[in-house]
Structure formats: structure tokens, C-alpha cells
């Protein structure tokens, strides 16, 4: 693997390549969007993306956080599309896959900012190109850290990243999607030079070993993006002045003196969250006037962090009194509201889960129109996180990006092990909905999500559980002093390095989301941090077991059935009708289409969906009536439904008989009595009820001869 030079005669333009997979990145600046502090092109395949960077130029007023704000901009002309959308042709908010781009590109470059900065970072990756080969989020990661090395903000090191797959028990690197559709292994890993800052990844029950050695692959294979980065580098980078934060400090630390230990030592967490905000309202009021209270805050958050590790550290002492590698109490529930089609209720400390799943027809499955994809999906998971959840008042406006990411991380790791289409056709849509948080809530979400699909009887392959670990590490020697947590808790993961989620089966991982606040974790805490979250996932496993074992069943009553039938292919325009007008017809005489749902697929499959079964008989009998195909010499009852006449003499010649829902057939006049008749009025009634026997079939006219005298009897 290597990086390597080119450079261009255009005035400024200057292009480097770097080895990437299964070809190569090529990076360029100078040439697009000059009046950005960084701005750098890169190109995989014909996929194309273009970072930007913008350096707020003084700090911003009145904020104790680190003001970076990135932004993906997916762009629908990228891969030659046109929006869908009769109404709307304009990019409008952006979809799920942007916003979870958007945070894979955050998560490993935000530690890498001192956390006293205060200016404000935008990053925007617009994705100009994409051949449907070579995705555009791994790379968006470089992107954004090259356009940043180009501006002033003092970003520490460049980040580089690699995509991982691992397809017939061989890795991949940086695989291209048609690889990852084979693939039993999604991992995204960035890293700096010697450290790992994140893990995004989906497999289908990955062990840990197999997935050490994956990381360890993608950190290896990840370098040559950074070796390029440093022909971006410039040194006059803004600074921080901490000399008056430093003053604070001291003063506060010395006003509190070692009174806070024992308030954080308390081990009820609402009176230990009463004596913090005790003390802190104590500081305020002591320093106001003195300096800001925005400083003051940072300030005391600063020692109450300082504090926590230093006990966890050296102590093993956690807030609430448990070992390191001990779970919170749990309780753990199934089937509490008694009309939806299944429930479950993780509750594990002070977090708590409520997930209800829902069962429907194929027809409810929603439609995806991204820049990457186009088509439908059957399997969702949603995630609510209300304000009431941590105790606080905010206005509840649309998701947003943390519902999102955390809603598609259960999504993922539960993925895997729900059943095909053909064996079990139900759309399948969980909602989570986070009643309390103190830490780890989407893997409550995740656990809550395995209970909710046995409850309702959906036959997953295996059982999901997940668990949330943390990371406290000594500064001086972070990768030779540390301590890892079993299941994080909220005041752990305020003061600790790392939130590190895992989920899966008892036989492997299916999902991992790695996020750091340092400089990035050494292979030896990754390698410890598996192993604990593995013995810490089985544990939950067990209690989750022991209250439901095995998927039910059978299904809620209130759950829709799907009968399945096949019609002609050449059949399927019959029963839809123009315009749909013929199969409307059908919902509405079983009852509406509130209690029944019709899906024909295009090798004739039809799938009636109903949780009345008298409904779902209704539109199979209407269907099976519409599409049967007879044989010569089948004998049927059919109605009368004409007299025929000849068009020019006006003479009776025969009589269309209808043989059930839209079949009909015509018996002619001298097929209707072994003896001679000169009318067929004279023998036959509109509405008569006659059991005639099929003589011929013509396919390409669509007509179906009859005669009654065939059938062995005279219609007198």
C-alpha cells in the first residue's frame, strides 16, 4: 500500500493519489470552491465528493461545548436520478442515510479538536458522483479530515479510514457493493496513525476473535489515507488560551475542596444528582460576578469528571457501587398492552425501553428512494427519546440525528436474524420509545426490540441482546493504566473515553458503534472491551430467556394473516382491473380496505393480508373465481347471464353462462337439449342455474365453449 504525487500545470490545482481497495483515491484542491478554508475533491471509481471546511474566526459567545457542525449533502443528480416525487423535484430534508453519513464523518474527527475550542466548524460533503460501486461515506471520512488539515482550526492529526468485509472467510478491504451484498461483515473503522477513534459495523454473527482481526485489518489498511493527508497539513494553526481557565479551576477546586467525593460517592442516584446540582448552584452564586457562569459550569463539570475517574481509577469505585464488570439490576416484561401485536419492557438501572412491534401486509412496506438505493424495506426500527425520559422540558419537535443513529444501530444488529420474505411475509415495523435514560438506551432499544418480536410470534433465528461499555483512562499513560466499565451509565459516560455499544447473538456480533473522547483506543483495550461486553451480553441473555424463550406461536389476534394464492401471470391484469378499478372492488365487498389488504407480485404470487378471516375468504373466493383456468371436459355450475342474438338476423344462437366472478362461456343453441329446439328462450331464463361441461378453449380469444346436452342432460 502506498500514497503517492502528481501534480498538475493548472495555477494551483494539485493532486495526490492514494491506494484504496480495489483501486485508488484521488485527491484534488485548488481547482473548486476557493473560498473555503479547506476544500479538497476526492474520487473513487467515478464516485466523486467534495469536502468543504469553514473556521469560524472568534470563538462563539455563551457555549460550554465544541461548536462542529457537519453536514452530507446528497445530491439525486450524483447517480443520473430525478426525484419520484410528482410534486416535489428539489433535494428537501435530508434522508436517514445522510444524517448517519453525516455522523460517521463527526464521530472521529470531533475528539481531535481541544475541548476548549469554541470557534465554529462547518464541514459539508456533497456527494457530486456516484457510480453505485464504490460507496461515498467511507471516503467522506478522509475528505473531511483533509479539507480540515487546510484551514487554522487546530485539529490535531489527520484521520483515515477503511471499509472491511469479509466475504467466503477472507477479509476484503474497502470492498465495493456488489462485494458487500455477499458479505458476512459491514465494519468502517477510522483511526489515526496507531490508534483506533471509531467502529461502525453490521455482521452476521461475526465472533469476537474474527472481529479483532478485522480491526486490526481496517487499521493497517486505512494508512496510506492518512500518509497523503500531510501534503495538506499547514502549521499556523489557532490556539487555545487556557490560562484563564486554569485561574478557574483552581478557585473553584479550592472553594469545593473535597466536599464533592462524597456527594458523588452516594449511592442513590437521585439524591447524588441533587447534591451535584446542589454544589454547582453553590459555585455559581459564590463566582458570580467573577467570571462567566458559562465558564463556571465548564469548570465544575471539569472537577466533577476529574473526580469520578480518579475513584473509578484508582479506587474501582463507580458511582452507584458496582464492580467493573457488573450489570444494573434489570426487569424484564412481555405482552403489556393488550392491542398491539407485541410488547416488551427492558427496564436495567434507571434506563428503561417500551417496544411494540407491528405487524403488516407486504403492501406496508416503505419505499426508499436515496441517492444509494431504490426499492422497498420490510424490516424498521424507530426510536423515540421524549424529554421526560432524562427528567428535562424541551419542546418535541421532528427526529432528530441522535434518534436516528440510535434507532438504525438496533435496526442493524437485529436485522440479521429476522426471517426471509418467503417464510414469513409480514412487514415488520418496532418502535422504541425511551421512558428513562441513564445510559445505554439503544441497547435497552435492542433488547427491548429481541422481547417485542418473540411476544408477537415473529420466528427470529436467535435472540439479540446488547450492552453499552465505558472506558476511564489514565491521561499520562491512557493505553498502559485503564479501566474498562460493563454496562455505562450516564455519569460514566460524561466523565469517561469511550461509549463502546455491542450487540448479538450467543454465537456472534451482529452490530458495533465505537465512539470516543480521546485520541483514539489501543488493540489492547478493544480486545478487553470485547471480552467483557460478550461475558456482560450473555448475562442480559439469560434474564431476557427466562422470561420468553422461544418466539410465540402464535400470533396476536389482532395481528393480520397472509393467505397465499398464485394466479396466471397473464392473469394479474384481470384481477387489478383498469386503473385498479377491479381489485378495489374486491377490498371493499370483504369489508375495506381497513380490515384487508391485496399484494400480487409479478410471478402472480397473491398475498391476502386480513386479521378476519370471513374477509381474507371473501377476496380469495372473488379471485380464485376471476382467475381459474378450465379444462376440456370439466364439468361446472354456472348462472345464465345473456341470450344471445345474431348481430344481422336477429335470431337466438346461444347463451353466455357465468361460471364465477368475471369467467364466462358461451353454449350454443344446439348444445343446449339432445333434441331440437327453435328458441333458446324457450328453454332458458336469464339467472337459470345450468351444470354445463367445457368442449373447447380458445387462449388467444379468451373464449371457453359449453355445451349442456354434453354434460348428459337436457335442460327442458
Request: aromatic share 6%; proline share 4%.
Amino acid at each position: 500500500m502506498k500514497s503517492h504525487t502528481t501534480h498538475s500545470t493548472d495555477s494551483g490545482l494539485k493532486v495526490f493519489k492514494a491506494d484504496f481497495g480495489n483501486g485508488e483515491l484521488v485527491f484534488e484542491t485548488g481547482k473548486l470552491a476557493g473560498l473555503a478554508d479547506g476544500s479538497v475533491t476526492v474520487s473513487w471509481g467515478e464516485t466523486v465528493i467534495l469536502a468543504t471546511a469553514v473556521v469560524g474566526v472568534e470563538p462563539r459567545e455563551g457555549v460550554d461545548f465544541f461548536p462542529l457542525m457537519v453536514d452530507y449533502e446528497e445530491r439525486l443528480y450524483a447517480a443520473g436520478k430525478i426525484s419520484g416525487s410528482r410534486f416535489i423535484k428539489r433535494e428537501g430534508r435530508p434522508t436517514d442515510n445522510a444524517v448517519l453519513s453525516a455522523r460517521l464523518i463527526d464521530r472521529p474527527i470531533r475528539p481531535l479538536f481541544p475541548k476548549s475550542f469554541r470557534n465554529d466548524v462547518q464541514v459539508i460533503i456533497t456527494v457530486l458522483s456516484y457510480d453505485e460501486e464504490h460507496s461515498p461515506d467511507t471516503i467522506a471520512i478522509v475528505a473531511a479530515s483533509a479539507a480540515l488539515t487546510q484551514t487554522i482550526a487546530p485539529f490535531e492529526c489527520p484521520v483515515g479510514a477503511a471499509r472491511v468485509g469479509c466475504i467466503d472467510g477472507k477479509m476484503v478491504l474497502n470492498p465495493t457493493e456488489s462485494q458487500l451484498d455477499v458479505s458476512t461483515l459491514d465494519l468502517v473503522v477510522a483511526g489515526t496513525t496507531d490508534t483506533v477513534m471509531m467502529i461502525e459495523a453490521g455482521a452476521k454473527e461475526i465472533p469476537e476473535a474474527t472481529m479483532i482481526e478485522a480491526i486490526e485489518f481496517a487499521l493497517a489498511g486505512l494508512q496510506p489515507t492518512i500518509a497523503v493527508q500531510k501534503n495538506f497539513a499547514r502549521t499556523d494553526m489557532l490556539t487555545t488560551d487556557a490560562s484563564e481557565a486554569d485561574i478557574i479551576h483552581e478557585e473553584v477546586k479550592k472553594y469545593i475542596g473535597k466536599k464533592l467525593a462524597g456527594a458523588i460517592k452516594e449511592l442513590d442516584p437521585e439524591k447524588r444528582k441533587t447534591a451535584i446540582a446542589t454544589f454547582e448552584a453553590d459555585v455559581l452564586k459564590n463566582f458570580e460576578g467573577s467570571y462567566k457562569q458559562t465558564d463556571l459550569k465548564v469548570t465544575f463539570n471539569k472537577i466533577v469528571e476529574k473526580e469520578i475517574r480518579e475513584l473509578i481509577l484508582s479506587h474501582d469505585i463507580r458511582p452507584d457501587g458496582r464492580k467493573l464488570d457488573e450489570v444494573r439490576p434489570l426487569s424484564i416484561e412481555v405482552g403489556l398492552l393488550p392491542r398491539t401485536h407485541g410488547s416488551g419492557l427492558f427496564t436495567r438501572g434507571q434506563t428503561q425501553a417500551l417496544t411494540i412491534a407491528t405487524l403488516g401486509s407486504p403492501g406496508d412496506e416503505q419505499t426508499v428512494e436515496t441517492l444509494e438505493e431504490e426499492g422497498t424495506k420490510r424490516f424498521m426500527h424507530h426510536y423515540n427519546f421524549p424529554p421526560f425520559s432524562t427528567g428535562e422540558v424541551k419542546p418535541m419537535r421532528s427526529v432528530g440525528r441522535r434518534e436516528i443513529g440510535h434507532g438504525a444501530l438496533a435496526e442493524r444488529a437485529l436485522k440479521p436474524m429476522i426471517p426471509d420474505r418467503e417464510s414469513f411475509p409480514y412487514t415488520i415495523r418496532l418502535v422504541s420509545e425511551i421512558l428513562a435514560s441513564n445510559g445505554s438506551s439503544s441497547m435497552a432499544a435492542t433488547c427491548g426490540s429481541t422481547l417485542a418480536l418473540m411476544d408477537a410470534g415473529v420466528p427470529i433465528t436467535k435472540p439479540v441482546s446488547g450492552i453499552a461499555m465505558g472506558l476511564i483512562t489514565d491521561h499520562e499513560k491512557p493505553y498502559e493504566n485503564y479501566k474498562v466499565l460493563t454496562d455505562l451509565q450516564g455519569l460514566e459516560d460524561f466523565a469517561g473515553d469511550m461509549d463502546f455499544k455491542v450487540a448479538g447473538t450467543k454465537d456472534g456480533i451482529t452490530a458495533i458503534q465505537l465512539d470516543t473522547k480521546i485520541k483514539g483506543l489501543s488493540m489492547g483495550i478493544i480486545k478487553d472491551t470485547l471480552a467483557a461486553a460478550l461475558k456482560g451480553r450473555l448475562f442480559i441473555m439469560e434474564q431476557m430467556l427466562s422470561v420468553i424463550g422461544e418466539p410465540r406461536t402464535e400470533l396476536s389476534q389482532y395481528a393480520p394473516r397472509i393467505y397465499t394464492l398464485h394466479i396466471p401471470i397473464d392473469k394479474i391484469g384481470d384481477v387489478i382491473g383498469p386503473g385498479g378499478k377491479n381489485i378495489r372492488k374486491i377490498v371493499d365487498d370483504a369489508g375495506g380496505k381497513e380490515v384487508i389488504s391485496i399484494d400480487i407480485e409479478d410471478d402472480g404470487t397473491v398475498l391476502v393480508s386480513s386479521p378476519k378471516k370471513e374477509a381474507a375468504d371473501s377476496a380469495i373466493a372473488a379471485i380464485q373465481g376471476q382467475t381459474k383456468e378450465f379444462a376440456i371436459g370439466e364439468v361446472i355450475d354456472g348462472t345464465v347471464e345473456e341470450i344471445l342474438k345474431d348481430r344481422f338476423k336477429g335470431n337466438e344462437i346461444g347463451a353466455i353462462i357465468n361460471l364465477g366472478g368475471k369467467n364466462t362461456g358461451m353454449v350454443h343453441i344446439s348444445e343446449i337439449s339432445q333434441d331440437r329446439i327453435e328458441t333458446v328462450s324457450s328453454v332458458l331464463k336469464v339467472g337459470d342455474k345450468v351444470k354445463v361441461k367445457v368442449v373447447t378453449i380458445d387462449k388467444e380469444r379468451g373464449r371457453v365453449g359449453l355445451s349442456i346436452k354434453q354434460n348428459g342432460n337436457n335442460h327442458e
